[in-house]
């Protein structure tokens, strides 16, 4: 069986599709991501949307502050004034981030946990934290309050986006991410290479496997398994590259990586066998289903729109849970920015669910082949 499996990574190793599109494609597209945008720092922080219900008593001073987040040269919001019904009623369409209740003391409602809310809990924060001190400064050192007030128009300088875990986030990372389930997407290269290689009426050299006296068990399972090492170790290059060679933030614990690239690797070449097992379907119909399945995965993960994969979220997040691209993706975001160990388990779950049904499937309708001569 090892003597297989030697000798069927000798064979993929040598063919151009199975490397290319699998390990340097997405090498060349990493480079090209990082000098498009991988080494400029962004300037501008998310614009999150804002509701702001005035009541009576309204702060004066908490609105002329959110007016200079809206405004200043980079801002942080964008408010409209809204009833408390309008205000409920977008918050639970996600149309706004948050509620800013101005009263006499202003009060905060989000609908979630993401880096939106935190930004506007830092707003809140620093609004209720300057005006103490602006109060302090008035009553021990009134001398002092102009420059205090000065200070204090700085804020947007000093503010860093950061996730619920503590985490400095860069808004270009979800471009690698969405590249990263790319990646694994593109092993389904090798697995239809490997599953043209066993069927006796696709190709000669199938022809001649088929003829011996190997178990087809035994040849279905050393394809499968020296296909996903070959593909397991592109994306550990890929992996590594960016986190060694570009030097992008994958600060995330590498066997957490390790796994999702195990995982992803498998996915990826298991869906290559099962549309390669599709019986009387022409080559060139198969790679194009390769193809449309493996790109609109990844851009609706966004690959090419960053805004992509929350546009789905709003509208149709079920696609979210079952896009192999997507789940990848997220998965890094749980390592590397929002430390969310239950979401990450989730997502590697529903990964390998769909690899064992996509494996047996493919060896049931590989199995049933027979053939009247070869």
């Not at 506007?120 to 102009?146: D, I």
């Amino acid at each position: 069986m090892l003597h297989l499996m030697k000798y069927n990574i000798f064979v993929k190793v040598k063919e151009f599709n199975v490397i290319f599109w699998p390990l340097f494609f997405p090498l060349i597209l990493a480079t090209l991501f990082y000098f498009a945008f991988g080494m400029i720092e962004e300037e501008d922080f998310e614009i999150v949307p804002t509701a702001v219900v005035e009541e009576e008593g309204a702060d004066p001073v908490f609105l002329e502050f959110l007016d200079r987040m809206e405004t200043g040269d980079s801002p942080l919001i964008t408010t409209r004034k809204m009833t408390e019904k309008e205000a409920a009623a977008a918050l639970k369409e996600k149309k706004v981030s948050g509620i800013f209740r101005v009263k006499e003391t202003p009060v905060l409602t989000v609908g979630g946990n993401g880096i939106s809310e935190s930004i506007l809990q830092s707003l809140l924060e620093q609004y209720e934290n300057g005006k103490q001190t602006m109060q302090t400064v008035a009553r021990l050192h009134p001398e002092g309050l102009s420059q205090a007030a000065e200070q204090m128009e700085r804020y947007e300088e000093k503010v860093e986006q950061v996730s619920v875990g503590g985490k400095t986030t860069n808004g270009n990372m979800q471009f690698f991410y969405a590249l990263i389930g790319m990646a694994c997407l593109y092993g389904a290269f090798i697995g239809f290479a490997a599953a043209l290689s066993i069927q006796a009426n696709l190709t000669p050299l199938a022809a001649r496997r088929c003829v011996t006296p190997t178990n087809k068990l035994k040849l279905v399972f050393t394809e499968m398994i020296s296909s996903f090492l070959i593909h397991f170790l592109n994306v550990i290059i890929l992996l590594l590259y960016l986190r060694y060679v570009l030097k992008l933030d994958f600060n995330g614990k590498m066997p957490q990586m390790l796994l999702i690239a195990w995982i992803g690797s498998m996915i990826g070449v298991s869906m290559g066998i099962f549309v390669g097992s599709f019986g009387r379907m022409k080559e060139g119909v198969k790679i194009g289903i390769l193809l449309a399945v493996s790109m609109t995965g990844s851009f609706l993960a966004g690959l090419m729109n960053g805004e992509m994969k929350y546009v789905v979220e709003r509208n149709a997040p079920f696609l979210n849970r079952i896009n192999p691209a997507a789940i990848i993706s997220d998965a890094f975001y749980c390592i590397n920015v929002y430390d969310d160990t239950a979401r990450f388990l989730r997502g590697m779950v529903t990964l390998a669910v769909m690899c064992v049904a996509l494996v047996l499937a493919s060896f049931l309708m590989i199995r049933r082949e027979r053939y009247d001569s070869i």
